[in-house]
């Protein structure tokens, strides 16, 4: 049973930083794809940022594009999103996801949340000014 536990969300005012984790368990890491994406109240979930477990360069959404920094712990079977310079409207629900080795991801649908079959519970990212 594949598990995704995020972790590191909270409270930051404008101009901070947090770094968000997730840990797979029971997922067969090394063989395709995860990712993290946002949801705030009203909007679509977005993909922010993905990489390949088994490396190689991550990709990221536009909006985020020099802020946001996705890395990964190969020993730990663990991903990290580190956000710098926090804005308001990054003010969201920040979900962990990984795709299944069967699944089939190119570039262009790397940040497409149909291509990802596990998800964690989400952490919560809240931005004040």
């Known amino acids: 049973q594949v598990q995704l536990v995020e972790s590191g969300g909270g409270s930051v005012q404008a101009g901070g930083s947090l770094k968000l984790s997730c840990a797979a368990s029971g997922y067969a890491y090394g063989t395709n794809y995860m990712a993290w994406f946002r949801q705030a109240p009203g909007n679509a979930r977005e993909g922010v940022a993905a990489i390949h477990t088994a490396g190689g360069r991550p990709v990221y959404g536009d909006s985020v594009k020099g802020r946001f920094t996705i890395s990964q712990d190969n020993a730990k079977n663990t991903i990290y999103l580190q956000i710098n310079r926090l804005k308001l409207e990054d003010t969201a629900m920040y979900y962990c996801?990984?795709?299944?080795?069967?699944?089939?991801?190119?570039?262009?649908?790397?940040?497409?949340?149909?291509?990802?079959?596990?998800w964690g519970q989400g952490t919560q990212v809240t931005v004040s000014s």
């Open positions: 996801a990984a795709a299944g080795p069967w699944t089939i991801i190119t570039l262009g649908t790397v940040l497409d949340r149909d291509k990802y079959n596990y």
